[in-house]
């Protein structure tokens, strides 16, 4: 359980034993709010009724199609759904299986093009994951803490102003923040999310 006191855990377990709609219920039926969907679970609710008729029916019809020289109508479908609702500018979909397997694909991808553009590739305190190379580039320094530099990365400085905690939209202030180099190194590379 990453980023988990082991002794207060102990002390008072949480434990979840369902979930429905935007919240989880422990043990005790005690309502607990979902807050982090968006971060490492489900961002359109629990026991969706028609998400889980999909995801029953779908292994009937094709459960795995290996991604090396094959591929498969849906995958195609939803990448042309996904081009029409971006902004415009990308034109291209990579999906992955996992959360860190799409920051591991970004980093190189991010890796390639910051060497030819020699820019960073990471923010302070931004989260992109515990593994390797996400640990590397994000901003948390006690994720990187006891092993030092896993894979060598430049992070510029982050955006976030007290002013602009319960901003909503985009704050005012603070792009020239985003903008501002923190450091340069032999490897420099430019965090996907920051590309222009």
């Not at 430049?154 to 905690?165: G, I, M, P, Y």
Request: proline share 7%; net charge positive.
């Amino acid at each position: 359980m990453p980023y988990t006191c082991d002794r207060q855990f102990k002390k008072y377990p949480r434990l979840i034993a369902r979930a429905d709609g935007c919240c989880f219920h422990d043990v005790d039926d005690r309502a607990v709010l979902n807050s982090a969907s968006g971060l490492v679970g489900s961002r359109f609710g629990h026991n969706r009724p028609e998400i889980i008729e999909a995801m029953t029916k779908q292994p009937h019809v094709l459960d795995h199609v290996p991604p090396f020289q094959f591929g498969h109508s849906p995958v195609f479908d939803l990448a042309c759904v996904q081009k029409d609702i971006m902004p415009d500018g990308p034109d291209q979909t990579f999906f992955t299986n996992s959360g860190r397997e799409s920051v591991e694909t970004a980093l190189k991808m991010a890796h390639a093009y910051g060497r030819l553009e020699e820019r960073p590739n990471g923010r302070d305190r931004w989260y992109h994951g515990a593994n390797s190379g996400g640990a590397s580039v994000g901003g948390i320094g006690l994720n990187r803490k006891m092993y030092g530099s896993l894979v060598e990365a430049d992070r510029l400085r982050h955006a976030l102003l007290a002013e602009s905690t319960f901003s909503r939209g985009k704050p005012g202030r603070g792009i020239e923040l985003a903008r501002r180099r923190s450091g340069k190194s032999s490897h420099c590379m430019m965090h996907p999310g920051l590309l222009p």
